[in-house]
């Protein structure tokens, strides 16, 4: 996954846009995550990919 930009000019939150490659089809997919309340030592990536994790499991479970 890469981050293409984040954005903190949010009040409480940031704004980050992401790209990545999917490992079994190939797709490319990007889009824009919002984090809310993150603390000043977070690392964005990596909260990137826990919070799109959770989507994901709820996706899954509709």
Same mark, same amino acid.
């Given at each position: 996954? /890469?981050?293409?930009? +984040? !954005?903190? #000019?949010? /009040? #409480? %939150?940031?704004?980050?846009?992401?790209?990545?490659?999917?490992? +079994?089809? #190939? /797709?490319?997919?990007?889009?824009?995550?919002?984090?809310? #309340?993150?603390? !000043? !030592?977070?690392?964005?990536?990596? %909260? +990137?990919?826990?919070?799109?994790?959770?989507?994901?499991?709820?996706?899954?479970?509709?």
């Amino acid at each position: 996954m /890469e981050i293409i930009n +984040t !954005d903190s #000019n949010y /009040e #409480n %939150a940031v704004l980050v846009e992401f790209k990545f490659t999917s490992k +079994t089809t #190939n /797709e490319q997919f990007s889009g824009h995550l919002m984090l809310f #309340n993150p603390s !000043d !030592d977070v690392d964005i990536e990596t %909260a +990137t990919k826990e919070r799109l994790k959770v989507l994901v499991n709820e996706v899954e479970e509709l």
